[in-house]
């Protein structure tokens, strides 16, 4: 039980990678964290969303836009996972405005006592708040690698990267290396 007493966050959305989502549900509680899957739920009560491949159906009830700062303190690690997850998450009804899943991430990053994880096209989650990965070491999917650049991020040919309270990985096929670096940071 390494991650005993340990909060753990993962955004969701439709079109999320199963095996990688499903490999942290399971994983995380395994090692004794308390794990919420957090979305935008459009004033709803919960949303069904539907897998990628499989189009499973995962049911989620908890909405990140309304963490308070306190509550946010209270995570060790924040995820964004793999697939369109943050694709439809970075969508805004106000073009002038931040999309609320980029103003949380900023929120997150405010915090250097949470872990921030953004694994394979998370890294798209970023693309209106560049600052927040300008200069760090990351990975991301190879179709991301130039949009990584434009970002002013030091793209590093790894599995996975960690660069200070960041965790990157390459792809959801290597989230289980993701999730290993995750366990054993917060572990520590």
């Not at 966050?9 to 990678?17: F, T």
């Not at 159906?57 to 997850?85: K, Q």
């Not at 009804?93 to 929120?107: H, S, W, Y």
Request: aromatic residues 10%.
């Amino acid at each position: 039980m390494k991650l005993a007493g340990k909060k753990i966050g993962i955004l969701l959305e439709s079109d999320y990678y199963e095996n990688e989502i499903f490999y942290y549900k399971y994983r995380f509680p395994e090692e004794g964290a308390e794990l919420h899957f957090l979305t935008r739920l459009w004033g709803q009560e919960r949303i069904t969303f539907q897998g990628h491949e499989y189009r499973a159906p995962m049911e989620c009830g908890e909405s990140f836009e309304s963490i308070t700062d306190e509550e946010l303190r209270s995570y060790s690690a924040i995820i964004v996972p793999s697939g369109m997850v943050s694709d439809r998450l970075r969508y805004t009804e106000d073009v002038d405005k931040i999309p609320p899943a980029t103003a949380f991430l900023q929120r997150v990053f405010a915090e250097k006592s949470i872990l921030k994880g953004i694994i394979c096209h998370g890294l798209w989650l970023v693309a209106p708040a560049t600052e927040l990965v300008k200069g760090r070491r990351l990975v991301c999917h190879n179709n991301l690698i130039g949009d990584a650049k434009a970002y002013g991020a030091i793209y590093t040919n790894e599995d996975v990267v960690v660069d200070g309270d960041l965790v990157t990985g390459r792809s959801g096929g290597h989230a289980h290396l993701f999730a290993r670096k995750i366990i054993e940071l917060l572990a520590d």
